[in-house]
């Protein structure tokens, strides 16, 4: 089983842009791991983005300075199963020679 949170801010000319992420996961292994698997979950959050405010009226008379607009959070899943049939055969050859 494994596990990892972390959180870490970076700084874009003195603003912050933040950042949280966590990530669980599990991994498994059954009937002499011939059934193995593993499940990850995570979760990322990001604030403070940096963006130019669509709302600001064109008789503004310049650029208008990028600001703190936006907040994006991802999460998911991901589960694996994997089956090896184990025999005690001799592999069969694809292709032979004459």
């Keep these: ?25 599990a991994d498994f292994g059954l009937f002499n791991n011939a059934l193995t698997g593993s499940f990850d979950y995570f ?15 064109t008789i ?11 907040k ?3 999460q998911g899943w991901e589960f694996e199963l994997t089956y090896t049939l184990k025999t005690n055969a001799p592999p069969t050859p694809m292709c032979s020679t004459a």
Excluded at 3 to 16: D, E, F, L, T
């Design 43 to 57: 979760s990322k959050t990001t604030s403070n983005i940096q963006a130019t405010p669509l709302d600001v009226p």
């Design 60 to 70: 503004f008379g310049a650029t208008p300075p990028q600001a703190n607009v936006a």
């Design 1 to 25: 089983m494994h596990c990892s949170v972390s959180h870490a801010v970076h700084s874009h000319r003195g603003v912050g842009e933040g950042e949280r992420a966590a990530e669980f996961g």
């Design 72 to 74: 994006v959070k991802d």
